[in-house]
């Protein structure tokens, strides 16, 4: 991440996760250290790691202890990836061929299934009062598997609403980014108010990611996402621009339609976003998202001025035109 060329101590941190990440997947299976290897080398931002290190760094900062639990948080990401990777038969991720689409769905599951067994591992291995981050952990998993369960559910359906779509990304991307943030002070032995303030940053942080995330989705480009665009909308997961659409437009009827034709082609995707974006639904997304960035702001003010608040007010500001 270029941003961290200016805090090269930190940086030496994030390159010391990479090394434990490398070392944590060795296997004696080959191909279950192939696939693992592939899966956690790619371009990924390694945004959650990096809170874990901000958050710690703001109290007594161990890096025996949080580097860990850092690269922990970076294998249960990419876990969920490679199993998301399954359920989408996506192509691409991270801008290179996705561990399914290489090697196949069942190698997908077995790659998926060891990084988050290392984690665990790497959990139960380190940590001051592990047993009460390794319950942290845990739940943040079961409600990230939880909003994986409801977005699929909710495949194809029209009446989803904007309350229903911001709790399933609070579950399935939010929560990660909050338990990052928490873990990484905690373990620093922050005092609560801080802890809880950088668990509500961490929290709005990943809904105004996701929102964004999503908004790109339906506009951006393979460059900038680094996996298919289009993805969600082509099997029917409606997201926020769509859902706006749907519920607060007069567009909706002849969106429904739309969204009920079988043949998917560049015209079919031109007209959704033809109506999305006339709909106000692309901007009313990219205001939602502003409004987490701002409760983000908000939620740190009461940080001492240092390099960790420095970075996570330059992350916000990164968001919404992805230049991290």
Request: charged share 25%.
């Amino acid at each position: 991440m270029k941003l961290l060329n200016q805090y090269p101590n930190i940086q030496k941190e994030m390159d010391i996760v990479q090394e434990l990440l490398i070392k944590t997947v060795q296997s004696r299976q080959p191909l279950v250290k192939k696939t693992a290897v592939e899966a956690i080398s790619s371009k990924g931002k390694r945004l959650r790691p990096l809170l874990v290190i901000l958050s710690a760094m703001l109290g007594e900062y161990d890096s025996k202890t949080i580097l860990p639990l850092a690269a922990a948080i970076e294998l249960i990401h990419t876990a969920t990836l490679v199993h998301d990777d399954i359920i989408d038969e996506s192509k691409l991720r991270r801008g290179r061929e996705s561990i399914q689409s290489q090697w196949g769905k069942d190698v997908a599951v077995f790659t998926g299934d060891f990084l988050l067994c290392k984690a665990f591992f790497m959990i139960s291995q380190n940590g001051k009062g592990n047993q009460k981050d390794f319950s942290r952990f845990i739940q943040a998993i079961k409600i990230i598997c939880e909003g994986e369960i409801q977005q699929y559910d909710f495949r194809y359906k029209t009446n989803i609403t904007i309350r229903q779509y911001l709790k399933r990304i609070a579950a399935k991307t939010a929560i990660l980014f909050s338990v990052s943030c928490y873990i990484g002070a905690l373990q620093a032995k922050c005092s609560k108010k801080i802890i809880h303030a950088l668990a509500r940053y961490g929290m709005s942080f990943g809904m105004a990611f996701q929102i964004t995330d999503d908004v790109l989705d339906l506009t951006g480009e393979i460059s900038l996402l680094g996996k298919p665009v289009h993805t969600d909308l082509l099997q029917g997961i409606y997201t926020l621009p769509i859902i706006y659409t749907l519920q607060h437009s007069r567009y909706s009827e002849r969106l429904k339609k739309l969204l009920q034709k079988e043949e998917h082609g560049q015209q079919y995707l031109s007209e959704i976003y033809d109506l999305v974006n006339q709909s106000g639904g692309v901007e009313y997304s990219k205001q939602l998202a502003q409004k987490y960035l701002i409760r983000a702001e908000q939620a740190i003010r009461i940080l001492p001025d240092c390099d960790s608040k420095k970075i996570m007010i330059q992350l916000l500001e990164m968001i919404l035109d992805r230049t991290m």
